[in-house]
């Protein structure tokens, strides 16, 4: 450990740590705009400059490391004019209109400047060239907005391992994005939104639906349902000021309403759903695999992240037959609204719209996939992000955190408690055992509140094992095995587990997803998720599985009423036709 002082505070840190770090231990926060926790520090926007005793510069405190006995001063005169004098710079290249741009109120560029007092810009020069990029079906590129912080840089290559956008050319002239300055669209992007998460302005944002989910509401031929996923209701409170990790489930479906939607539901129906299917599916391996000695693709992927899809067809198109056949929540919702519910209320399967709410860029591309249309029409017509959600909520004058709480509709609005945790890394692997163990056993999950710990939290990969003692006779070719499962989450992370299993790590099921802690800190959250917020957003969510009297997939009446009025049973005719898929390796 070393001593330093941060404006005069004693601060203790552990040896290669950080200025920057040092300052938040010391209870200081130092303005960043190329940070990324956790990740290789670019010191390149020296936003964060600071001042060091005996220094002849001022120094990038995100890239410095402390030595003993440092001092360190953040708010000197020096720093101040350094501070503003880049932002100046960075305002001066900006090709952008505050009054127009949807990160208006949300720009961590606008706010540094009105931080640093910044009233008008002094620096009147060239504007950085404006390029739009729409070409994929999740994301918008702005090159004129972009201020080269290199965060999107970052994650793409740090955090996803997928290298789509890099810096370009050198000096004025430089640009961020794909080689060649070519749009997005022909190089491999997963679509997870990352790169969107973390971009401090208007560079790069969701593919923008909330002008046809409009339409649609304001068509009086048009019945328009909504589906929310698990991880909305633990962030869509954010847009309007509350604490990461609040949960606003009722006041959603009240907003949902007054915006005119004319039936609300929830996407953790056909996470339940998912369950019934994709747990059925890995028995079905198992026995194939174990009793009937059969080949059978093993381990089983979860298949519910559309980001981590994407990148299988691109990268380990090996590894496709191991996927799960089941499409995600989103996409068994569209296909049942489209037939069972259209049938229930009377309705043509074209004049229901259903719109989603996720948490997820890539929806915005699954939803288009040209496969995702069992119910005969396209089974998804519209997602919105939650950003997009708060935008349209702000745009309607409702005053959110006023509203009382309303409830789901139904047939399709109950869902247990393993569906909300649909939400967190590991919590589709839990969701399942819950329901497979109690399946093949006849007892309950024995995991601590029905949790199985080793696959919670943030740790990258995690892994556990779950040994059969008895089960029933039906079974029994189970009796004695070890299942062994893994989850990972970034896809960095999964591009380790899928090289362990090519060289012999044995696993019976894994789940992936592509972002950071899941679908909690999905690319169309709102901005900024670091690992504080993400760790709120986890702990409510759990809140609100362990709040739940009914936590069991298999146990959702409404679950149970769906097989007996129409589906018939996991893996059946029907079930099969609307709710399972296939996937093709791609090239670009």
């Given at each position: 450990?070393?001593?330093?002082?941060?404006?005069?505070?004693?601060?203790?840190?552990?040896?290669?740590?950080?200025?920057?770090?040092?300052?938040?231990?010391?209870?200081?926060?130092?303005?960043?705009?190329?940070?990324?926790?956790d990740?290789?520090?670019?010191?390149?926007?020296?936003?964060?400059?600071?001042?060091?005793?005996?220094?002849?510069?001022?120094?990038?405190?995100?890239?410095?490391?402390?030595t003993?006995?440092?001092?360190?001063?953040?708010n000197?005169?020096?720093?101040?004019?350094?501070?503003?004098?880049?932002?100046?710079?960075?305002?001066?290249?900006?090709?952008?209109?505050?009054?127009?741009?949807?990160?208006?109120?949300?720009?961590?560029?606008?706010?540094?400047?009105?931080?640093?007092?910044?009233?008008?810009?002094?620096?009147?020069?060239?504007?950085?060239?404006?390029?739009?990029?729409?070409?994929?079906?999740?994301?918008?590129?702005?090159?004129?907005?972009?201020?080269?912080?290199?965060?999107?840089?970052?994650?793409?290559?740090?955090?996803?391992?997928?290298?789509?956008?890099?810096?370009?050319?050198?000096?004025?002239?430089?640009?961020?994005?794909?080689?060649?300055?070519?749009?997005?669209?022909n190089?491999?992007?997963i679509?997870?939104?990352?790169?969107?998460?973390?971009?401090?302005?208007?560079?790069?944002?969701?593919?923008?639906?909330?002008?046809?989910?409009?339409?649609?509401?304001?068509?009086?031929?048009?019945?328009?349902?909504?589906?929310?996923?698990?991880?909305?209701?633990?962030?869509?409170?954010e847009?309007?000021?509350?604490?990461?990790?609040?949960?606003?489930?009722?006041?959603?479906?009240?907003?949902?309403?007054?915006?005119?939607?004319?039936?609300?539901?929830?996407?953790?129906?056909?996470?339940?759903?998912?369950?019934?299917?994709?747990?059925?599916?890995?028995?079905?391996?198992?026995?194939?695999?174990?009793?009937?000695?059969?080949?059978?693709?093993l381990?089983?992927?979860?298949?519910?992240?559309?980001?981590?899809v994407?990148?299988?067809?691109?990268?380990?198109?090996?590894?496709?037959?191991?996927?799960?056949?089941?499409?995600?929540?989103?996409?068994?919702?569209?296909a049942?609204?489209?037939?069972?519910?259209?049938?229930?209320?009377?309705?043509?399967?074209e004049?229901?719209?259903?719109?989603?709410?996720?948490?997820?860029?890539?929806?915005?591309?699954?939803?288009?996939?040209?496969?995702?249309n069992?119910?005969?029409?396209?089974?998804?017509?519209?997602?919105?992000?939650?950003?997009?959600?708060?935008?349209?909520i702000?745009?309607?004058?409702?005053?959110?955190?006023?509203?009382?709480?309303?409830?789901?509709?139904?047939?399709?609005?109950?869902?247990?408690?393993?569906?909300?945790?649909?939400?967190?890394?590991?919590?589709?692997?839990?969701?399942?055992?819950?329901t497979?163990?109690?399946?093949?056993?006849?007892?309950e999950?024995p995991?601590?509140?029905?949790?199985?710990?080793?696959?919670a939290?943030?740790?990258?990969?995690?892994?556990a094992?779950?040994?059969?003692?008895?089960?029933?006779?039906?079974?029994?070719?189970?009796?004695?095995?070890?299942?062994?499962?893994?989850?990972?989450?970034?896809?960095?992370?999964?591009?380790?587990?899928?090289?362990?299993?090519?060289?012999?790590?044995?696993?019976?099921?894994?789940?992936?997803?592509?972002?950071?802690?899941?679908?909690?800190?999905?690319?169309?959250?709102?901005?900024?998720?670091?690992d504080?917020?993400?760790?709120?957003?986890?702990?409510?969510?759990y809140?609100?599985?362990?709040?739940?009297?009914?936590?069991?997939?298999?146990?959702?009446?409404?679950?149970?009423?769906?097989?007996?009025?129409?589906?018939?049973?996991?893996?059946?005719?029907?079930?099969?036709?609307?709710?399972?898929?296939?996937?093709?390796?791609?090239?670009?």
């Open positions: 450990m070393l001593s330093a002082y941060v404006n005069n505070v004693k601060v203790e840190v552990q040896e290669g740590q950080t200025i920057l770090k040092a300052a938040e231990l010391a209870g200081f926060r130092i303005p960043t705009m190329c940070y990324v926790e990740k290789t520090p670019q010191g390149a926007c020296r936003v964060c400059v600071v001042e060091v005793e005996g220094a002849r510069t001022l120094m990038a405190s995100c890239c410095t490391p402390v003993d006995k440092m001092k360190i001063f953040t000197t005169k020096r720093v101040r004019e350094a501070r503003r004098n880049v932002v100046e710079l960075l305002l001066s290249e900006h090709e952008g209109d505050c009054k127009t741009c949807t990160r208006n109120n949300d720009c961590e560029l606008q706010a540094l400047a009105r931080e640093l007092g910044i009233d008008n810009v002094r620096f009147q020069g060239e504007k950085t060239a404006k390029k739009i990029d729409d070409t994929t079906p999740a994301l918008t590129r702005d090159s004129g907005k972009c201020i080269k912080c290199r965060r999107c840089v970052t994650v793409c290559n740090e955090v996803q391992s997928i290298g789509s956008i890099y810096p370009q050319s050198r000096g004025f002239k430089t640009s961020i994005g794909p080689a060649f300055d070519s749009n997005l669209e190089v491999i992007c679509q997870c939104g990352q790169c969107a998460a973390v971009c401090p302005v208007a560079a790069i944002t969701e593919k923008n639906h909330v002008d046809g989910v409009w339409e649609a509401i304001d068509d009086p031929e048009k019945f328009v349902v909504v589906q929310t996923a698990p991880a909305i209701r633990a962030a869509l409170g847009c309007f000021n509350n604490e990461p990790g609040t949960l606003v489930t009722g006041k959603m479906v009240t907003a949902l309403r007054q915006l005119g939607f004319d039936a609300v539901f929830d996407t953790n129906f056909t996470a339940d759903l998912t369950i019934m299917e994709e747990g059925t599916e890995l028995l079905m391996r198992l026995k194939k695999s174990l009793q009937e000695k059969q080949m059978s693709p381990p089983m992927f979860t298949s519910c992240c559309p980001g981590w994407n990148f299988t067809e691109h990268y380990y198109p090996e590894f496709l037959p191991n996927l799960s056949t089941c499409k995600s929540p989103q996409q068994m919702f569209g049942i609204a489209k037939t069972f519910y259209a049938a229930k209320i009377g309705k043509k399967i004049d229901i719209t259903v719109v989603s709410i996720m948490p997820c860029t890539a929806k915005k591309f699954e939803q288009q996939r040209p496969e995702m069992s119910s005969g029409l396209r089974d998804v017509d519209y997602v919105l992000t939650t950003r997009e959600l708060g935008r349209m702000r745009q309607s004058g409702i005053e959110f955190n006023a509203l009382p709480d309303g409830k789901m509709d139904s047939p399709l609005g109950l869902s247990s408690g393993a569906a909300d945790i649909f939400a967190n890394t590991g919590g589709v692997m839990e969701a399942a055992l819950r497979v163990y109690e399946i093949v056993t006849g007892r999950f995991g601590k509140n029905l949790h199985l710990e080793p696959i939290g943030l740790d990258g990969i995690k892994q094992s779950l040994k059969i003692e008895k089960t029933l006779k039906e079974w029994s070719f189970l009796e004695g095995v070890e299942v062994k499962v893994a989850v990972a989450h970034s896809l960095s992370n999964a591009r380790k587990i899928i090289e362990a299993v090519k060289n012999g790590q044995v696993f019976h099921f894994i789940e992936i997803m592509a972002c950071p802690g899941g679908c909690i800190s999905g690319g169309g959250q709102p901005r900024f998720t670091d504080k917020t993400r760790m709120k957003r986890i702990k409510a969510i809140k609100e599985d362990e709040g739940k009297k009914l936590r069991k997939s298999h146990e959702n009446p409404e679950i149970i009423q769906i097989y007996k009025e129409f589906l018939d049973k996991p893996l059946g005719k029907k079930s099969h036709k609307l709710l399972h898929t296939h996937y093709s390796a791609k090239i670009i």
